[in-house]
């Protein structure tokens, strides 16, 4: 009978920094009948953990925009799109049977349950069904046309949260079997293409189902996807992609040559692969992965970070200038990955930037209605349109809003950005309390050491700063409640039923109140929210405000280029000059004047946006375009001899066009006191 301290070693060694080399059957023997059944807590606890899918459910502006993702392409593409219609492999069709369809449900489920909306419960719901009630006798799951694994590593995430919303008794005994299958078959056939960089999203699912069935085959396949699968960590910690992508490498790729350096900087693939040192760390316990996952960010951002807190990737990463694009699956993949990371680690920072991407970079690429989004966006982007463009290897069609402008993946992948986000703003902790981790207006009913909790959260954030937290246990209940407190909010203020805490609320923690809390107590955050001046390529200037990036508009004509089913494909053209150089650097920043108007509708619309920024600048001629794209960003700081003009910056996300990194203008000098 081996000891829990043994039994944590071959835990280690499952899925350790030095995975031993071992093949399944062997694994499969080291970890035979003879070891007694491993509690779930073998695996390192996440920090915070998920509540279950529709226990979190948006309220106030967001939930009008998950209404719009719902009311537009996300719930109704199945009725014109082919890839996800009837005909679609996952529903026993002959039509596509690879990534498009799981892609479609990972968002489509958790949005139908967030809203309760049984018309799209139903659509997602066909998908389900078909899968489990068509695991082949061998274990399979899928088209049986296509054996590829990594389609199958998204339908395992569906499948993983539609078990959190259910409990369908059929989802593990069907994941069960296909894992055995997998754990038998990987050696012969063994990881390829995307789904040897895309193992850990496999891997996520299967510490998750461990942790509910302790079946020792799970750690065996964690160890083999591993061993098979691209080292992440290792790529981050020696990187070598410090450059724009080189599209002659490419090319010479699609022949035969590398095609590995092809896949290690397609951004996708990095979005996906940050979340591994996370992943590694539920089966390794190595207190190490907490550096290793900040690392990836931290090398990303070095080389390739753009001012929207993505990085570029048209479609392979692109550097730092901002007129480079960011494709949409990236936005949302580098969001799950960072949603795992945050429950796993508990790190405020990490929410800072989930808060950053999902406010700027995520609406910032549709149009408001979610009727149309682009493959690739740009911060500085000063016209959408058919013109050659400077990705590496994306089509002249890339930054164009529409239904599958350049490649389809986004039109079936986008779903999950929203509704997965809204399942994070809340996570429980494991001493019975509930953690604020990123903030929008939203509801929680749930469970808390057996008693009933509801938990209503109302504000404008990240339009406002103020947060009022209602929270109605059936019966008074101690609790603790962590409240994150954002790494640039220097002076915020907390108050419990009226009375400013005692408790401190530094930048960059999780605040913690705990006491008994009883129906109706409240709680009021205000979080400081003035501009700030970031620097960004060739030290230019970026304003922002709380999580909020601010963009000037240069008008926009939309000209539509065709019709496409129940929606268009539409190219955008500014209407007025966008090249201006900006008078501001960080001490004046804080001085801008900030205009607020009520959040419209479409909460992102910039025609009466919800906050704006007034700001000097003057024209810059020299900064031009060439086929739609600005030139290269000109070293700050510029100066111009045009008259200065006050603008208006909006939200990023309310700008179809936009300017997001300015050049900064040099000192007037018939404001300061010398002459030259
Ligand atoms: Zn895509």
């Not at 280690?12 to 030095?18: M, N, S």
């Not at 129940?566 to 501001?584: E, G, I, K, S």
Request: aromatic share 10%; hydrophobic share 40%.
């Amino acid at each position: 009978m081996q000891t829990m301290t043994s039994r944590r070693d071959l835990l280690k060694a499952a899925l350790g920094t030095a995975a031993i080399m071992a093949t399944p059957d062997s694994l499969a023997g080291a970890l035979s009948p003879a070891i007694e059944k491993a509690a779930p807590g073998d695996l390192a606890a996440s920090a915070f953990r998920q509540l279950r899918l529709g226990e979190v459910r948006p309220a106030g502006w967001l939930l009008r925009q998950l209404r719009i993702q719902a009311d537009g392409m996300g719930g109704h593409l199945d009725e014109f799109w082919p890839d996800v219609g009837p005909n679609s492999g996952w529903l026993g069709g002959t039509g596509e049977s690879w990534e498009r369809g799981p892609y479609f449900v990972d968002g489509l489920l958790p949005l139908a349950w967030m809203l309760d909306d049984d018309v799209l419960k139903a659509k997602a719901m066909r998908f389900v069904e078909w899968t489990l009630t068509h695991q082949s006798p061998d274990g399979m799951i899928g088209p049986a046309s296509n054996d590829d694994w990594w389609p199958r590593m998204v339908m395992l995430k569906v499948l993983m949260q539609y078990h959190g919303a259910t409990s369908d008794p059929r989802v593990l005994p069907v994941m069960t079997r296909y894992f055995h299958h997998q754990l038998q078959t990987l050696p012969s056939r063994p990881l390829r293409d995307w789904g040897k960089y895309r193992w850990q999203d496999e891997a996520l699912v299967v510490a998750w189902l461990y942790e509910k069935t302790a079946d020792d085959k799970l750690l065996a396949l964690a160890n083999l996807l591993q061993q098979q699968g691209f080292d992440w960590v290792a790529n981050y910690a020696n990187f070598k992609f410090t450059g724009p992508t080189s599209r002659a490498v490419l090319s010479k790729t699609a022949i035969g040559g590398n095609k590995d350096e092809g896949m290690q900087t397609h951004g996708v693939n990095n979005g996906m692969g940050l979340k591994t040192a996370a992943v590694r760390y539920r089966f390794n316990r190595s207190e190490e992965e907490h550096a290793n996952f900040a690392q990836g960010i931290a090398t990303l951002d070095r080389y390739h970070g753009m001012p929207n807190g993505i990085f570029s990737c048209d479609e392979h990463l692109a550097g730092l200038d901002p007129n480079h694009g960011t494709e949409l699956c990236t936005v949302v993949e580098t969001m799950f990955s960072m949603e795992v990371a945050l429950a796993t680690f508990g790190d405020p920072k990490i929410a800072d930037r989930i808060e950053k991407i999902a406010f700027n970079a995520l609406p910032g690429t549709f149009t408001d209605d979610m009727w149309a989004h682009q493959y690739d966006q740009q911060p500085n982007q000063v016209q959408s349109s058919l013109n050659s463009k400077p990705w590496t290897t994306n089509g002249p069609e890339s930054n164009l809003y529409g239904l599958e402008p350049n490649f389809g993946c986004c039109t079936a992948n986008f779903h999950q950005g929203w509704p997965k986000f809204t399942a994070s703003l809340w996570m429980s902790t494991h001493d019975g309390g509930l953690v604020a981790t990123m903030y929008a207006p939203c509801e929680v009913k749930t469970k808390l050491q057996g008693v009933n909790l509801h938990l209503r959260e109302e504000t404008d954030y990240p339009f406002r700063g103020t947060i009022r937290i209602t929270v109605s246990p059936e019966k008074t209940l101690r609790f603790p409640m962590l409240l994150r407190i954002p790494a640039w909010a220097k002076t915020a203020a907390v108050h419990v039923n009226g009375t400013l805490t005692e408790a401190t609320a530094a930048p960059g923690t999780f605040m913690r109140l705990e006491r008994s809390w009883a129906a109706g107590d409240n709680v009021e955050i205000r979080f400081p929210l003035e501009p700030t001046i970031s620097r960004s390529f060739q030290r230019s200037v970026v304003v922002e405000r709380g999580p909020l990036v601010f963009s000037l508009s240069p008008g926009e004509s939309w000209v539509k280029l065709r019709d496409r089913g129940l929606t268009a494909d539409w190219q955008v053209f500014p209407t007025r000059p966008w090249n201006y150089a900006l008078a501001v650097d960080e001490v004046s920043g804080a001085k801008l004047k900030v205009v607020e108007r009520p959040v419209p509708a479409r909460p992102f619309a910039a025609e009466a946006a919800a906050v704006a920024i007034e700001i000097r600048g003057r024209r810059l001629p020299s900064w031009r375009s060439e086929d739609g794209v600005a030139d290269p960003l000109p070293p700050s700081p510029v100066t111009s001899a045009e008259t200065e003009e006050v603008l208006a910056l909006v939200p990023y996300a309310g700008a179809k066009l936009r300017v997001t990194a300015f050049p900064q203008l040099a000192p007037d000098p018939k404001q300061s006191s010398g002459t030259s």
